[in-house]
């Protein structure tokens, strides 16, 4: 693993709590609710999707776990393939000054390359929504069931690497709820410890 791998993925408790406390969207309980303004300007808000299962993508497009996991087209396939069954939301929080931060218009443009099809990409350069649900890198994975509740907060996977080749023996922990969650039954691995780069609150 590269040094510069290495310090993107290690992310002492100090660092993610100096851009203000993170709460938690806690497996169980109710999903902290939120009205973000996605790439297009609309406002976008959890009670619009009432009724519907909802997984948010933290996600930058920056990050090389990011990317192992676009390049290999893993995550354009479950937005795919559960189209029509949940909603997929992409969440941004990076903070508008931070040297990664990346223009909507870009965003798009970058989206449409990759053949991303999220239901709505979503600006939070506020960090407020990222901070209530605790999100601390990219990609930080979480799943809302139709109730509002959260079932699932953690990883996409058990290859903590920016590895595209590492896809071939991951177990992926999205996929794995979501076929859960179609086949009415509960979550088997709710929650986990994330892995990729910090997110640059503000």
């Not at 806690?26 to 976008?44: E, L, M, N, R």
């Not at 354009?76 to 393939?81: H, S, T, Y």
């Not at 506020?126 to 079932?151: L, Q, R």
């Not at 992926?172 to 994330?194: Q, R, T």
């Amino acid at each position: 693993m590269s040094t510069r791998i290495a310090s993107l993925i290690a992310f002492p408790l100090a660092s993610l709590f100096a851009a203000g406390a993170l709460a938690a969207a806690v497996v169980g309980q109710p999903a902290p609710a939120f009205s973000v303004k996605d790439i297009a300007g609309k406002t976008v808000s959890l009670a619009d999707f009432k009724g519907k299962t909802v997984v948010l993508e933290w996600h930058n497009f920056g990050c090389p776990f990011v990317q192992k996991h676009y390049n290999s087209g893993n995550m354009q396939g479950m937005q795919k393939n559960f189209s029509g069954q949940v909603v997929w939301l992409a969440v941004n929080s990076t903070e508008p000054g931070h040297q990664d931060y990346v223009k909507p218009a870009a965003i798009r443009k970058k989206l449409n390359e990759m053949g991303a099809v999220p239901a709505a990409y979503l600006m939070d350069e506020s960090g407020e929504m990222g901070k209530a649900y605790g999100a601390k890198v990219t990609p930080h994975m979480f799943i809302v069931d139709p109730s509002g509740k959260v079932v699932y907060n953690g990883a996409i996977d058990d290859k903590r690497s920016a590895d595209v080749k590492d896809m071939r023996t991951a177990n992926n922990f999205v996929f794995a709820a979501l076929m859960d969650l179609k086949n009415g039954k509960p979550v088997a691995i709710a929650s986990n410890a994330p892995y990729g780069c910090t997110i640059k609150y503000r």
